[in-house]
């Protein structure tokens, strides 16, 4: 366990769980002439935050234990990497994890997993509490086609069962995109079966990632909905959830090119889908639940980039990290350093600073 998961827990063994119900966040890829554009967000009915960590090559990167599991994965990082660590609401859950190799992973709530989960069966190999979930595989492996071949090998298994940490019990699931645009999303389906889809997005639907329901039922939706029919946009549903996200998402990215823009047009068009396509306003209400959430944060790069850029929904305020400054900024530390980027961005600051990692404030 790390210095920064140590004193985040000391501060947290009073929260509550995640209420469970929300159905939130959003993923777009998308293949330009400069590489993958990729943005995601993360929305939620109380507001989140974003704490940046690191970690170098030979650190531990399992901060919690897979509970319930016969062996546990401890391995020490292969790449260095930085984590999105969501403090505010999710107890230190990992939502995603770029690491030096242009290789992104993350995390998405999916409820419907939920009443899976249970009957998830312990197969052996090394396991992975979903919390360090994102930081676990951009650490360990610098391509999709690399975890997938390890996840086949029985080099590793992700907890499905076990608490995810003081979060408690949830359903989410979990995926990574690579520079060259390769993919793998795991899902937990009925019986406790895990579904591993992989390939190219510029070849497969995998570009696009929301919430609820299963990746089969999304596909059901689309298919009826025919979303290669034009570009008026006349029978897009309007509203926030999980499904009209998806289905939006999916027409904008097969009906929108990047072909010939330049690195710049193709994140601000990419933010632009997402913008259109996901993002949920304050108190807009999701008709499958009769709840609101917002979207509070986005990441958007060109993977295998050095800089990524974050944004503060509820302000508007954005602010860029670079990947080798954090590198840099870890290797004079001694160790792990960390950032508040949402504090930071809203102090109008233009690049993340690292510093040493900080215990959360009460209540967080």
Not at 104 to 119: C, K, N
Not at 172 to 192: P, R
Not at 304 to 319: K, L, N, Y
Request: aromatic share 8%.
């Amino acid at each position: 366990m790390n210095i920064f998961s140590k004193v985040m827990i000391a501060a947290l063994t009073a929260t509550t769980a995640l209420v469970p119900t929300v159905e939130a966040c959003s993923r777009l890829a998308k293949h330009s002439d400069h590489g993958v554009a990729y943005v995601r967000s993360v929305d939620w009915g109380t507001k989140t935050g974003m704490d940046l960590v690191t970690f170098g090559v030979g650190d531990d990167v399992t901060s919690y234990e897979a509970e319930g599991y016969a062996v546990q994965a401890n391995d020490g990082a292969r790449n260095f990497t930085v984590a999105w660590v969501e403090n505010k609401t999710f107890h230190g859950v990992q939502a995603q994890a770029f690491n030096d190799k242009g290789l992104v992973a993350d995390t998405l709530y999916m409820a419907p997993s939920v009443e899976f989960i249970g009957d998830y069966q312990d197969t052996g190999a090394p396991a992975v509490n979903l919390a360090d979930a994102p930081g676990y595989l951009a650490a360990m492996y610098d391509t999709a086609p690399a975890i997938a071949a390890a996840y086949e090998a029985g080099e590793f298994q992700l907890a499905w069962s076990a608490d995810l940490g003081p979060a408690g019990q949830h359903g989410v699931h979990v995926s990574a995109v690579d520079a060259n645009g390769d993919t793998i999303l795991f899902q937990v389906n009925e019986g406790g079966d895990v579904r591993v889809y992989t390939g190219n997005i510029g070849e497969t639907d995998l570009g696009v990632k929301a919430n609820a329901p299963l990746l089969q039922e999304h596909r059901e939706n689309i298919a009826k909905f025919n979303a290669e029919d034009g570009k008026t946009a006349a029978n897009v549903p309007a509203d926030i959830s999980s499904p009209s996200r998806h289905l939006r998402l999916t027409w904008l990215n097969r009906n929108i090119t990047l072909n010939g823009m330049s690195r710049a047009e193709a994140l601000g068009t990419v933010q632009n889908m997402y913008d259109s396509g996901a993002s949920v306003p304050q108190q807009v209400i999701d008709p499958t639940i009769g709840d609101t959430y917002t979207t509070w944060q986005t990441s958007r790069t060109i993977l295998g980039d050095d800089i990524v850029t974050v944004r503060d929904f509820s302000t508007a305020a954005e602010i860029s990290f670079s990947i080798s400054g954090a590198k840099a900024a870890h290797e004079a530390n001694g160790g792990q350093v960390c950032a508040d980027a949402m504090a930071q961005a809203n102090e109008g600051k233009q690049m993340i600073d690292f510093g040493a990692c900080q215990q959360p404030a009460n209540g967080s």
